[in-house]
């Protein structure tokens, strides 16, 4: 007989299980709450505009490809690839820095700013790209079961790595701040600050500078909807509107989800809701980790999201643009130690219609604006509105343009919006950092330990934040429910 699974959620990590549930012969249905698939990757169209609601940077192609390779199929299947030149552009308050799409034209621009830098980058990524082999071969395809499955023969080479920190080892080779902003940055997206980031994941930098910035046709959106039609041709069943209210659970094994107030039966459940959540739904006698437990954990930031559709194409931009025109040790402190709204915040600037002329109307400019901030704060309309003023000012002084006579329209999304939309804990965005202690085995686990049968994933588990971890997140789960069921 056929073994039901329910998965809660339908964001990058619910779509990779479901399709390798599929795969390997269970019955699947998905259920996510909201009237629209794809979790924090949602997509906003307005007034001819389309936005990516969260994710925009399409790095590791690799991961993607293999993806699509375990069910026979490419990327190209579904959707086109562009490799992005340049990849993005740095604003400085006194100058900007323009990543190319090769390491020879990245090496002209270090050079530019710091003579001699550029030999010192080719044997940092040179080093970046063992890692990246090691991480991405060995080290993120472990369930994190055990602190043994870190120690193979290329990790116990590299041990120091984990005991470093990226900023110490960016800062031993670069003397430059905007070198090494340009170098530290790539690490946020795993949710810490450089200073709390073991140097082994510089393969960020080899992801970055090695293998570049891509964009698929249409916004990042294309990626959801492929794994969605994925999904269904191998049989998944989708269900939105479908809040799940409930993980019953019977003689200490799940029996099933409650939706809408209908019982679903299953003979297993996954999670891929935000784990924190997800254990809400469980009597409290089934839950694993305490309050407690996820109050002390290093979360992600959150994030300050503008949509804004401009009536004309904006000058001297890039598709990608990052404004570190102020101080970058001061807004991450503001977001780690002491958490505040940001006095004086860097932010990232998104235009897709620059190289994706179909996202915006002819002559119109999409653009999507983010500020990182620490989950947990205050979050007011007035507080949006202040910040909004505050980065159109800036963005307009680094541009040298004038912008805000021509938004046509502004839609905000902040931290209510994290936890009312995707039940995000404290509203974060991307999820739990990956510090050392919060690496591999010391992450929340896949498989639950109270109730037989429940499985958990996404970007909360194994391996951590982002898109591809999270396609690797479910393919670690779908392997293990195969294992014990
Ligand atoms: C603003 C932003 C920018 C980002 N930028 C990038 C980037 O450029 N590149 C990158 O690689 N990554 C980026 N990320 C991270 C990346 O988007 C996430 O790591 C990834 O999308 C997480 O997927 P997930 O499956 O773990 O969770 P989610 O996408 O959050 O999916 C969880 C789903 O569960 C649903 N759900 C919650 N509770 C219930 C319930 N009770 N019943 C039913 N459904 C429920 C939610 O609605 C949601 O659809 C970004 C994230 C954000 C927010």
Same mark, same amino acid.
């Given at each position: ?13 619910s ?5 390798? /549930? ?5 019955g699947?249905t ?12 949602r ?27 375990d069910?026979g *199929? *490419? ?11 340049p ?9 900007s ?7 020879? !034209?990245i090496?002209q ?12 980058l ?7 790209? @063992? ?20 120690? #193979?023969? @290329? ?7 984990f005991?470093? #920190?990226?900023?110490?080892? &960016?800062?031993?080779?670069?003397k ?13 997206? /795993?949710?810490a600050?450089?200073? !709390? ?21 249409g ?31 019977k003689?200490?094994? #799940?029996?099933?989800?409650?939706t ?20 809400t ?9 305490s ?5 002390h954990?290093?979360f ?30 001061q807004h ?32 119109c @400019?999409?653009?999507?604006?983010l500020?990182p /901030?620490a ?27 004038k ?11 902040? /931290?209510?919006?994290? &936890? ?5 804990? !404290?509203?974060?965005a991307?999820?739990?950092?990956? #510090? ?8 929340? *686990? ?27 997140s479910?393919?670690? &789960?779908s392997e ?6």
């Open positions: 007989m056929q073994k039901k699974v329910a998965i809660i959620g339908s964001g990058f990590s779509l990779s299980a479901a399709c390798y /549930l599929s795969k390997l012969g269970y699947v998905v259920f996510e709450k909201n009237e629209t698939i794809g979790g924090r990757a997509q906003l169209v307005r007034e001819g505009f389309t936005f990516d609601m969260g994710p925009s940077w399409y790095w590791m192609p690799d991961i993607f490809d293999k993806f699509f390779a069910f *199929k *490419k990327t190209s299947d579904f959707y086109h690839l562009d490799k992005l030149d990849a993005y552009k740095i604003f400085f308050s006194d100058d820095i323009t990543i190319g799409d090769s390491m020879e !034209k090496c621009e270090f050079e530019r700013i710091e003579k001699g830098s550029s030999e010192h080719v044997e940092f990524i040179s080093k970046a790209q @063992e890692n990246y082999d090691i991480a991405i071969n060995k080290v993120v395809l472990r369930p994190g079961l055990s602190p043994f499955e870190l120690v #193979t023969k @290329e990790t116990i080479l590299k041990v120091d790595q005991f470093k #920190t990226i900023r110490g080892e &960016v800062r031993k080779r670069f430059n701040p905007k070198l090494i902003a340009s170098l530290e940055f790539p690490v946020l997206f /795993l949710g600050k450089p200073s !709390k980031t073991p140097a082994f994941y510089s393969f960020m930098n080899f992801a970055d500078f090695g293998l570049g910035t891509w964009h698929p046709k916004g990042m959106y294309e990626i959801i909807s492929a794994m969605a039609n994925l999904a269904e041709e191998l049989g998944v069943t989708i269900c939105t509107n479908a809040p799940v209210e409930k993980i019953r659970v003689d200490n094994s #799940t029996i099933g989800i409650t809408n107030g209908s019982p679903f039966d299953a003979d297993i459940v996954l999670s891929g809701a935000d784990y924190h959540h997800s254990e739904l469980l009597d409290a006698e089934y839950r694993q980790y309050e407690a437990y996820w109050d954990k290093v992600a930031p959150s994030s300050l999201l503008f949509y804004v559709g401009f009536d004309k194409k904006l000058q001297n931009i890039e598709h990608h643009n990052l404004f570190f025109d102020t101080d970058f040790e991450t402190q503001e977001i780690y130690d002491d958490p505040k709204w940001p006095r004086e915040p860097l932010f990232y600037a998104n235009f897709p219609s620059v190289t994706d002329g179909g996202m915006a109307p002819q002559g @400019e999409t653009g999507f604006f500020v /901030l989950p947990g704060l205050e979050d007011t309309p007035a507080l949006r509105n202040k910040y909004f003023d505050l980065i159109m000012a800036r963005f307009e002084k680094n541009t040298l343009q912008i805000t006579p021509n938004i046509m329209f502004m839609e905000s999304f902040c /931290l209510k919006d994290f &936890v009312e939309q995707y039940n995000a804990y !404290k509203g974060n991307y999820g739990m950092a990956n #510090t050392l202690k919060q690496t591999a085995f010391m992450r929340p *686990k896949l498989k639950s330990k109270k109730v037989k049968s429940l499985y958990f994933t996404g970007q909360l588990t194994v391996p951590g934040p982002g898109v591809p971890p999270s396609l690797i479910g393919k670690l &789960v293990l429910i195969a294992r014990f069921n």
